[in-house]
């Protein structure tokens, strides 16, 4: 039908179509019009037809020309959500009509969730749905939430309390971090005392890391003092030097809970406050999560809405 301001003319507006976001959305992931057209298989003239057609139905532009590379604007940001929301949908849609979903799920995890936790139910997951693409980045927490609220990735699995704007963290896990050390570590041989910790050499994660946030409050509000031997940023190099040397760790139970049954790690057992906190599922605010991605997070536990 056409409107009647257009009467005069006969020329309708031009509407949006799937094929424009997606290329749109491949613009952004990828800076250039000419990446954006080979991930889609389109040609390039094809992209830059669509991303035109785009800009002139919605009456703006979604990017600033930065010599060859798109940088995307105000504009295009406020769209950024929403299109990946409505390709989801369609996504969706396409597979009510087959016999195995084939969805393609993006997810960012930090370091104890990535390594130790997610790994099972991905592989139960792809059991269930082969056809199903998981595709799994692993990095701090604060790397992980900026990937959410970016739209780098669909949802995120994170272990500290950190939070952004532009994101929701919905609870969990529960997580005990507990404290280790090499087996026949003189502190593994009874209850300590709170003066052994003080002297001890602690090997912890580095700064942005969930853990070390959680290890950080529970060791000033405990310790009278804390002596750093190590920071490193993979929790497997922290077991592999406490089991091997003379430092103590405070790790998450999650990623202790193997080694200590091998035996390559022991308890160091205090009359200290536990230290527990609450793992979450991170997911954009502005964005509507697509069946595929809300049944994913089902499947790892966690419930959100939809």
């Known amino acids: 039908m056409i409107d009647k301001s257009d009467q005069s003319t006969g020329l309708q507006h031009p509407k ?4 424009q976001l997606s290329i749109f959305v491949a613009m952004v992931r990828t800076g250039t019009t000419h990446a ?3 991930q889609i298989s389109r ?6 037809a669509a991303l035109a057609e785009l800009e002139e139905a919605l009456g703006a532009s979604l990017f600033d020309r930065v010599g060859r590379r798109l940088v995307l604007n105000a504009n295009g940001r406020a769209l950024l959500a929403p299109a990946q929301a409505m390709l989801e949908q369609a996504g969706d849609i396409q597979s009510l009509f087959k016999s195995e979903r084939g969805a393609h799920i993006r997810v960012a995890a930090s370091f104890t969730i990535g390594e130790y936790l997610l790994p099972p139910r991905i592989a139960a997951w792809s059991q269930a749905w082969p056809k199903s693409l998981i595709q799994m980045r692993v990095g701090n927490t604060k790397e992980v939430i900026e990937s959410v609220a970016e739209l780098g990735v669909d949802l995120g699995f994170v272990e500290g309390p950190q939070t952004h704007a532009e994101v929701v963290i919905h609870p969990w896990l529960e997580d005990e971090l507990v404290i280790v050390a090499a087996p026949g570590h003189p502190l593994t041989e ?4 709170r003066r052994q910790l003080d002297e001890a050499h602690w090997v912890l994660r580095e700064a942005d890391s969930g853990t070390r946030k959680v290890a950080d409050e529970w060791l000033l509000n405990n310790l009278r003092q804390v002596n750093v031997a190590m920071e490193l940023g993979s929790t497997e190099a922290i077991k592999r030097v406490v089991a091997c040397g003379d430092g103590i760790a405070f790790l998450s139970g999650h990623a202790a809970e193997q080694s200590l049954k091998d035996g390559r790690l022991a308890i160091v057992r205090t009359d200290l406050p536990k230290a527990r906190r609450r793992l979450g599922v991170v997911v954009h605010r502005r964005k509507q999560q697509g069946q595929a991605v809300l049944d994913f997070i089902r499947h790892c536990g966690a419930q959100i809405a939809g």
């Not at 040609?43 to 830059?48: D, I, L, N, R």
């Not at 009874?190 to 005392?193: D, E, H, L, T």
């Open 16 to 19: 949006l179509t799937l094929r």
């Open 36 to 38: 954006a057209a080979a």
């Open 43 to 48: 040609s390039q003239s094809a992209a830059s």
């Open 190 to 193: 009874r209850v300590v005392a």
